[in-house]
């Protein structure tokens, strides 16, 4: 659903001159590619999203490269990881975004990128009406992510 609707975007906008939006979508539609399991389309939607930004900011998305970084990881490709392990202070650069800290976890390894996306989307649940609590909380990704961290704290 969401692959066909960033799709639909991206046929739209690919002619716009805001080439920071049409990397946006690359990215977006990289991250719908990577949790439905298709790495080669993820892959490709990194990779573009990666150029364009590059092309249009000088500058990649962090959440983009930890993601290609792992897509890679998944395609058991070489990837190179220094640039993020090398980041002064990681944690205040990396948005605190649930998606974000368990694309780290699972590319470092380090627990407490899980504990951070399980806070996270705790917090946003404790937010919401109980009939849309319970369906965010069923969402692919959330729902990895509850069930990683209630394993490896039972």
Not at 32 to 50: P, Q, R
Not at 93 to 115: A, C, I, P, S, T
């Amino acid at each position: 659903q969401s692959i066909d609707y960033y799709e639909r975007r991206l046929s739209v906008h690919k002619e716009s001159s805001d080439k920071e939006w049409i990397a946006f979508i690359y990215g977006k539609l990289g991250f719908s590619y990577f949790y439905s399991k298709n790495y080669v389309k993820a892959l490709e939607s990194f990779e573009s999203s990666t150029q364009i930004a590059l092309e249009a900011t000088n500058e990649e998305m962090l959440h983009v490269k930890i993601y290609l970084a792992l897509t890679k990881k998944q395609l058991r490709k070489e990837y190179d990881i220094s640039e993020i392990l090398g980041m002064d202070k990681i944690e205040e650069k990396v948005r605190n975004y649930y998606v974000d800290q368990f694309g780290l976890y699972q590319l470092l390894g380090n627990r407490v990128y899980l504990e951070n996306a399980y806070n996270d989307i705790q917090v946003k649940a404790d937010g919401m009406e109980d009939e849309f609590k319970q369906k965010y909380l069923n969402y692919q990704v959330q729902k990895q992510i509850i069930l990683l961290w209630e394993k490896e704290n039972a």
